[in-house]
């Protein structure tokens, strides 16, 4: 006889291999978000699933709310071109929408990750070593992808750049 579902734990036991480093407190990444960008976000959030212990599904939609955070940003720069007549946004302008767009994606993948987050938190009895620092992979991940999704941004917006800015007479 099977036993009884009543009497069977409601919090399952965290599926991390043995060995996974602690992960990172979900909300420091907000601040990865906006210092560091899209590209800097989605690589911390990605390796905080694997050390969550977070199934395959979940990683996916890491990945697909990351590409439609990057592809809404630029449509919405190619929208703003189109409405002014082919006056391209200035850097300035373009930096300020990236770092919306990577504060939006912040608060859906901190979504994605807060049931995994929570078991985590219960399981090992909110310890003061239960989480990882994220200061160095945060500084390394913000430096690196930043200039990644600044080659990225010029290659994707290359042709905005030929506009006329709205400086110029």
Do not use: C, K
């Amino acid at each position: 006889m099977p036993p009884d579902e009543l009497f069977q734990p409601t919090v399952a036991r965290t599926q991390r291999a043995p060995g996974t480093p602690n992960p990172w407190y979900v909300t420091s990444q907000f601040w990865l978000a906006f210092f560091g960008g899209i590209f800097a976000l989605f690589s911390i959030a990605w390796l905080n699933t694997y050390r969550l212990g977070m199934n395959n599904h979940e990683r996916v939609r890491v990945v697909l709310w990351t590409g439609f955070a990057f592809l809404a940003v630029t449509g919405a720069l190619w929208a703003y071109v189109a409405a002014f007549e082919g006056v391209a946004p200035s850097i300035t302008g373009i930096r300020i929408a990236y770092r919306v767009g990577a504060v939006a994606l912040y608060a859906a993948l901190a979504r994605i990750q807060r049931s995994a987050y929570r078991r985590y938190d219960y399981l090992v009895n909110s310890e003061e070593s239960a989480f990882s620092s994220l200061w160095i992979p945060g500084i390394v991940a913000a430096v690196v992808a930043g200039v990644l999704q600044g080659f990225v941004t010029v290659a994707v917006l290359l042709p905005l750049f030929a506009l006329p800015s709205p400086e110029a007479p």
